[in-house]
């Protein structure tokens, strides 16, 4: 069987507990080739390598079926530095005055 972006979705919300999950199927609906944006507390006090060693760890089983997989992970002050938008319902964040 072959991953969808949303099972791949719902295995990294559930693994890595996080508050926002985006994932696009790169490989135009093969399930060979995902791109993905994990936003999860998890990553607090870890650099970019151990995010992405973490991330690997987690969806070894996964990763290991498909042909190319390229992340980004970010704590949740760091998504609303960056975006402005929250990553629990993904409305934008307004700045106070």
């Avoid at 991953?3 to 559930?14: E, P």
């Avoid at 790169?26 to 970019?48: D, H, L, P, T, Y």
């Amino acid at each position: 069987m072959s991953l969808t972006a949303d099972s791949l979705k719902q295995i990294i919300q559930d693994r890595l507990q996080a508050s926002l999950v985006q994932v696009e199927d790169m490989s135009g609906g093969c399930g060979q080739a995902f791109a993905v944006v994990i936003v999860s507390e998890v990553f607090k006090g870890k650099n970019k390598l151990m995010r992405h060693r973490l991330v690997n760890t987690a969806l070894k089983e996964e990763i290991a079926g498909i042909h190319a997989f390229t992340q980004k992970g970010f704590t949740s002050e760091e998504w609303l530095a960056q975006n402005k938008v929250n990553p629990v319902n993904e409305e934008p964040i307004h700045a106070k005055k």
